[in-house]
């Protein structure tokens, strides 16, 4: 048996190296007490019968084997119910044809073995009047922490399968069953010492009545350890698999069904898909799931000008590439600038657009906030834009200008536009 | 990108190409768009939809790049360059991988990177930018698109503060410079007029990046991806 538990040790402190299909599990298909046995026989590949006849034996030892299955119990955790680990534990061999018919004779046998063994243990024990006394209300209370402990497995295979009405008060029963079996030993033990001194008398209920505590809750608390962080889980899973079905479902679809109907309208169709396609990115790609309040405004740099790239890019139909470095919160000159960039946009888009996505870039770098929008379009001339346009002198570099920042212009006929802005940061 | 023509390449330039993506309409797509040899030198040698498949495409054909989509079933982009790892450094026509996705998500990006690809690319780029992409990498050097480069940027940037012994976690300015020019969407060539060196000297800058960002240690890199609470 030492080989064994050695074994599943190291299995089990390997687990985290390869994918866990290994992994030791108690088993809830087929057990006798707490599925120990079934579940190492699964983990191991040997025939169930074997483990137990190594429990049994090492039972005969001073009860090490009861020792052993109680620490199994404690801290292996169940399988989880029937649907896929005690599955994949049991396919090693082929155990899974003998699972369907085997377990009613096993069960006998084993029984039948197990009360042989108690028997044996029984009458193994030295009957002298003074441990005498104490074998009982052990016994008793032995017998009721297992009842309770096996509820509390239950409890938790309730949770994986609903349970009926009926299932739940045989649950009761036997949880008030362990509990009066407990209480009993506890009331025999008290009593077999009762003849000792009114100190001890107290001393001993006080314990007893904290063991009898500790016994009674021990199991459930230790489940609720090992079955928060699973439970948690499956609950963050499942939830998020309705926000992306409630998500997709009036987004996605809802955005397909206007491509279908706007087949015709190439333009249309190409705002759309980007639109979406953006919305969903930023949905799918962004820790808080940001791009559901569009409504207020930006309060940092990044933000700020991916919201007006996208606005732009859904207003000319033209795709914009925005590359943010670094962010800050927005002050009343980063507002300014972020007011020029987006005419710059709005140029790039309306005159550059048909070469190619636009660039625009920002960066925060230290105090200095640099954005550049750079299309690939025809280019112009600034000198020959005529006097009464106002578009880039004004509420580009004039914009700059009067907050403090600059703006550059290159442009190559030919060979596209390039704006650049450069701003401090209002100091705090 | 209209000025990429000589890109194009002729006949003359010949690569062999495996597409790994789990989208079959999507690896239809990238062969009927570049694999058409005559005319872009690109031969598709073999495709594969997952990790195992992929690892044995790729093991079989020995192609010269392999286009490679991060999320995959099995383990994704990084898992397939996890177990092509010695193909990827032999000595005799090692093979290159550039990674071809739809996200752009930092994590993924620097992910395979950091796996041992030599390029990231996203799935809104063109036949033509991609084929140039391809035999880019296949000549040994680095394709950057502007949102790795801002990533990479973003990367550096935020490790600037502390003061890093090791020289490789640092970029130089000229580094730092050139992934500027990127991310604002330049070529490599307009790169190299702008700042008056060759492309070539563009091209071994942006494989330095590369080489440190691989090399860059795993501490910072963590710390700033949890920093912006990208992972």
Redesign the interface.
């Known amino acids: 048996m030492p080989a064994a538990t050695a074994r599943a040790a190291s299995s089990l402190t390997a687990d985290p190296e390869e994918p866990p299909q290994r992994k030791l599990y108690r088993s809830a298909d087929g057990r006798m007490l707490g599925g120990v046995a079934r579940g190492l026989a699964g983990h191991l590949g040997l025939p169930v019968a074997w483990v137990r006849f190594v429990f049994l034996g090492l039972f005969f030892t001073d009860g090490l084997g009861a020792l052993l299955y109680a620490v199994f119990w404690i801290v292996v955790p169940l399988g989880v119910g029937g649907v896929e680990a005690p599955r994949s534990v049991f396919e090693t061999a082929a155990d899974g044809r003998r699972k369907l018919r085997k377990p009613d004779r096993g069960q006998v046998f084993a029984l039948v073995a197990l009360t042989f063994g108690a028997v044996a243990f029984v009458a193994n024990v030295d009957m002298g009047s003074e441990a005498d006394r104490y074998i009982w209300p052990t016994l008793l209370i032995g017998a009721g922490s297992v009842l309770v402990w096996r509820q509390a497995d239950n409890a938790r295979r309730a949770r994986w399968m609903e349970v009926g009405r009926n299932r739940k008060l045989l649950h009761l029963a036997r949880g008030f069953a362990g509990v009066a079996l407990v209480g009993l030993g506890l009331a025999v033990f008290l009593v077999v010492r009762g003849s000792a001194a009114q100190l001890g008398n107290v001393l001993t209920a006080a314990i007893a009545v904290l063991t009898g505590i500790f016994l009674l809750a021990g199991p459930y608390l230790v489940r609720m350890t090992q079955d928060l962080s699973e439970e948690r889980l499956m609950r963050i899973r499942a939830q998020e698999r309705a926000e992306v079905a409630a998500h997709v479902h009036d987004s996605v679809l809802h955005t397909l069904t206007l491509i279908q109907r706007n087949a015709d309208d190439g333009g249309e169709v190409r705002r759309l898909a980007r639109a979406q396609e953006r919305e969903l990115r930023n949905w799918l790609y962004n820790p808080e799931g940001t791009g559901k309040d569009e409504d207020d405004e930006p309060e940092t740099l990044a933000e700020a000008v991916k919201r007006a790239a996208a606005e732009v890019e859904d207003k000319h139909g033209v795709p914009l590439e925005v590359v943010v470095v670094g962010d800050c919160p927005l002050d009343e000159k980063l507002s300014a600038q972020m007011q020029a960039a987006r005419e710059a946009m709005v140029n790039a888009a309306k005159y550059g657009g048909e070469g190619g996505a636009v660039q625009v870039f920002a960066e925060v770098e230290g105090r200095t906030v640099f954005v550049s929008v750079r299309d690939r379009g025809p280019g112009f001339d600034l000198d020959e834009v005529p006097g009464d346009r106002m578009g880039v002198r004004e509420s580009i570099i004039g914009r700059m200008q009067r907050n403090g920042g600059s703006a550059r212009l290159r442009s190559v006929p030919g060979g596209g536009t390039e704006v650049e802005l450069e701003m401090e940061r209002a100091s705090e | 990108?209209?000025e990429n023509t000589e890109a194009t390449g002729g006949p003359e330039r010949r690569v062999r190409v495996v597409l790994v993506d789990d989208h079959r309409m999507f690896r239809t797509g990238v062969q009927a768009e570049i694999g058409r040899t005559e005319e872009t030198g690109v031969e598709v040698v073999g495709e594969a939809a997952d990790v195992d498949q992929a690892v044995t495409v790729i093991t079989a054909t020995r192609p010269e790049v392999v286009l490679l989509d991060v999320h995959l079933p099995g383990g994704g982009g990084v898992e397939v360059l996890r177990r092509c790892a010695p193909l990827m450094s032999a000595a005799e026509d090692p093979v290159r991988f550039l990674a071809l996705s739809v996200?752009?998500?930092a994590e993924d990006v620097i992910g395979v990177i950091r796996g041992g690809a030599r390029g990231y690319v996203t799935k809104?780029i063109?036949g033509t930018d991609l084929v140039d992409s391809v035999f880019r990498v296949q000549e040994g050097d680095a394709v950057f698109s502007?949102?790795l480069?801002?990533f990479v940027?973003?990367a550096f940037?935020?490790t600037d503060a502390p003061p890093v012994d090791e020289d490789l976690d640092r970029l130089t300015q000229r580094e730092r410079e050139v992934l500027?020019l990127i991310?604002?969407?330049?070529a490599y060539k307009e790169i190299a007029k702008q700042l008056f060196i060759s492309v070539k000297t563009v091209e071994s800058h942006v494989s330095a990046v590369l080489r440190k960002l691989q090399l860059s240690n795993r501490h910072e890199l963590t710390r700033w991806a949890t920093a912006r609470?990208?992972v």
């Open positions: 990108m209209t996200s752009d998500a809104t063109t502007p949102r480069a801002g940027l973003d940037a935020s500027r991310a604002r969407g330049y609470r990208l």
